[in-house]
């Protein structure tokens, strides 16, 4: 039997949702965040169950069909789509539980960070993750998780407590610190190599939803003494600040959560709102909720989009000052930015070893980042970020943000490091020799 007609009977019988080209909704199906994608898989299937998963996995194999997994479908690279093969898309299996008295959130594999954020707050908890609300839970998790809580609560990853997967041979197994302790340590940070997460599980926190949060903006002739600022505040201020630095073309910016209570936020934050007159100060009391769903404009879907990223040990105001002029630089009708990000507090508490994860002894993570729409600037803003990323490389230490990662053919021992890359290819050779996990930044068995 041809493929195609393999995949009609396959679509006849499977009980979950197979979209095939030229269906009603096949466009849409296979349309992923990153505009700059644009791939035509031989299916797009939609389980609502781990066993639907394991079912379609084995088709794809049995057919040697490319498998790409969608979770909320924002990996920049574009891992969550291919071209022929079979995306298996997790946005039918959605929702996420929360236990109040254990504080644990139960969420699907196909969740998106609203649903995880929606259900803790509405026990008074939570659980540190990304910055738009859209984004899958899975991808953010499995790669790390990086928010605005970071300083306090930790990594996504740093919560999590078990999850369940489907593996590369359509198995059904769990993994935590107690069953498959080293499948677990590679899942928190290298996690898409290793199989097809249908269930996580996640410690959460106390937390009341009430957080200081907002954006002291000046021109980008003050750019020297605001990156002094934000320097200071990021090495002295304590763990329940999560400052931001923004670098536009014609402003600078600190943008600041503070998860501590309103007192303690006014006197952590009374140096950077005095400094200036600023020409912008919207920091103020709100829901977390609220702060967590303020970049979903901005980053809506149907965009083009590159970055790229380095953890630093510091950050020197003249390097700052050089991705300043290329901020600049860059063409019309081109959103640039340079973000730096605070590190350390709750992220640096968790020993290195004890994840996949590489990075925790930086002082910054800083990224060059574009967003477009015109198809023919492509190339242009990718070498963009190359450029603008490449006067951060002087300070930076070993290991990047894989979710990050979007060139093809990195090598991952600059992701992981030696010891560490090593250990992650024992595993793949344990869980997934054929390398059926290949759609992300991939460690060959």
Same mark, same amino acid.
């Given at each position: 039997?041809?493929?195609?007609?393999?995949?009609?009977?396959?679509?006849?019988?499977?009980?979950?949702?197979?979209?095939?080209?030229?269906?009603?909704?096949?466009?849409?199906?296979?349309?992923?965040?990153?505009?700059?994608?644009?791939?035509?898989?031989?299916?797009?299937?939609?389980?609502?169950?781990?066993?639907?998963?394991?079912?379609?996995?084995?088709?794809?194999?049995?057919?040697?069909?490319?498998?790409?997994?969608?979770?909320?479908?924002? /990996?920049?690279?574009?891992?969550?789509? %291919?071209?022929?093969?079979?995306?298996?898309?997790?946005?039918?299996?959605?929702?996420?539980?929360?236990?109040?008295?254990?504080?644990?959130? %139960?969420?699907?594999?196909?969740?998106? $960070?609203?649903?995880?954020?929606?259900?803790? *707050?509405?026990?008074?908890?939570?659980?540190?993750?990304?910055?738009?609300?859209?984004?899958?839970?899975?991808?953010?998790?499995?790669?790390?998780?990086?928010?605005?809580? *970071?300083?306090?609560?930790?990594?996504?990853?740093?919560?999590?407590?078990?999850?369940?997967?489907?593996?590369?041979?359509?198995?059904?197994?769990?993994?935590?610190?107690?069953?498959?302790?080293?499948?677990?340590?590679?899942?928190?940070?290298?996690?898409?190599?290793?199989?097809?997460?249908?269930?996580?599980?996640?410690?959460?926190?106390?937390?009341?939803?009430?957080?200081?949060?907002?954006?002291?903006?000046?021109?980008?002739?003050?750019?020297?003494?605001?990156?002094?600022?934000?320097?200071?505040?990021?090495?002295?201020?304590?763990?329940?600040?999560?400052?931001?630095?923004?670098?536009?073309?014609?402003?600078?910016?600190? /943008?600041?959560?503070? %998860?501590?209570?309103?007192?303690?936020?006014?006197?952590?934050?009374?140096?950077?709102?005095?400094?200036?007159?600023?020409? *912008?100060?919207?920091?103020?009391?709100?829901?977390?909720?609220?702060? *967590?769903?303020?970049?979903?404009?901005?980053?809506?879907?149907?965009?083009?989009?590159?970055?790229?990223?380095?953890?630093? /040990?510091?950050?020197?105001?003249? %390097?700052?000052?050089?991705?300043?002029?290329?901020?600049?630089?860059?063409?019309?009708?081109?959103?640039?930015?340079? /973000?730096?990000?605070?590190?350390?507090?709750?992220?640096?508490?968790?020993?290195?070893?004890?994840?996949?994860?590489?990075?925790?002894?930086?002082?910054?993570?800083?990224?060059?980042?574009?967003?477009?729409?015109?198809?023919?600037?492509?190339?242009?803003?990718?070498?963009?970020?190359?450029?603008?990323?490449?006067? $951060?490389?002087?300070?930076?230490?070993?290991?990047?943000?894989?979710?990050?990662?979007?060139?093809?053919?990195?090598?991952?021992?600059?992701?992981?490091?030696?010891?560490?890359?090593?250990? $992650?290819?024992?595993?793949?050779?344990?869980?997934?020799?054929?390398?059926?996990?290949?759609?992300?930044?991939?460690?060959?068995?």
């Amino acid at each position: 039997m041809s493929v195609n007609g393999a995949l009609r009977a396959f679509a006849d019988a499977f009980p979950g949702e197979v979209v095939l080209p030229g269906d009603d909704g096949y466009e849409s199906a296979r349309a992923v965040w990153n505009r700059m994608v644009d791939r035509r898989p031989a299916a797009v299937v939609r389980p609502t169950r781990a066993d639907d998963v394991a079912t379609a996995l084995r088709f794809a194999r049995e057919r040697d069909l490319q498998i790409a997994v969608r979770g909320g479908g924002h /990996s920049i690279p574009g891992f969550s789509t %291919c071209d022929d093969g079979l995306v298996i898309d997790l946005s039918r299996m959605r929702g996420a539980e929360v236990d109040p008295e254990r504080r644990v959130a %139960c969420v699907a594999g196909g969740s998106l $960070l609203a649903e995880l954020d929606d259900a803790a *707050q509405a026990a008074g908890l939570v659980c540190p993750v990304g910055v738009v609300s859209h984004t899958g839970v899975a991808g953010l998790t499995l790669g790390g998780g990086m928010g605005r809580l *970071q300083r306090r609560y930790g990594l996504t990853i740093d919560n999590l407590r078990a999850v369940e997967l489907v593996t590369a041979d359509g198995r059904l197994a769990a993994a935590s610190e107690d069953e498959h302790p080293e499948l677990f340590w590679g899942l928190r940070g290298a996690g898409a190599n290793f199989g097809i997460v249908t269930a996580f599980e996640f410690g959460l926190h106390p937390f009341d939803g009430t957080v200081t949060h907002g954006v002291v903006g000046h021109p980008i002739d003050r750019l020297d003494d605001v990156v002094g600022l934000f320097r200071e505040l990021v090495e002295s201020g304590p763990d329940e600040v999560m400052p931001t630095l923004a670098v536009g073309r014609t402003d600078v910016s600190i /943008s600041v959560l503070h %998860c501590g209570s309103p007192e303690q936020a006014e006197r952590d934050l009374a140096e950077l709102r005095a400094f200036g007159p600023p020409a *912008q100060d919207t920091i103020e009391v709100k829901p977390y909720l609220v702060a *967590q769903r303020l970049l979903d404009g901005e980053m809506e879907w149907g965009h083009r989009f590159s970055m790229k990223s380095a953890f630093l /040990s510091e950050l020197p105001t003249d %390097c700052v000052r050089r991705c300043a002029d290329l901020v600049a630089s860059a063409p019309p009708g081109v959103e640039t930015v340079l /973000s730096v990000w605070a590190w350390g507090g709750a992220i640096a508490a968790v020993p290195d070893g004890g994840t996949a994860f590489t990075g925790r002894e930086a002082t910054y993570w800083a990224s060059a980042e574009a967003q477009w729409d015109d198809g023919e600037l492509d190339t242009t803003c990718r070498q963009w970020v190359r450029e603008t990323t490449a006067e $951060l490389m002087p300070y930076a230490l070993t290991g990047r943000y894989v979710n990050d990662v979007e060139e093809a053919g990195v090598d991952l021992r600059s992701v992981y490091g030696e010891a560490k890359y090593d250990r $992650l290819v024992a595993l793949k050779r344990e869980w997934d020799p054929d390398n059926v996990f290949r759609l992300n930044q991939n460690i060959a068995p």
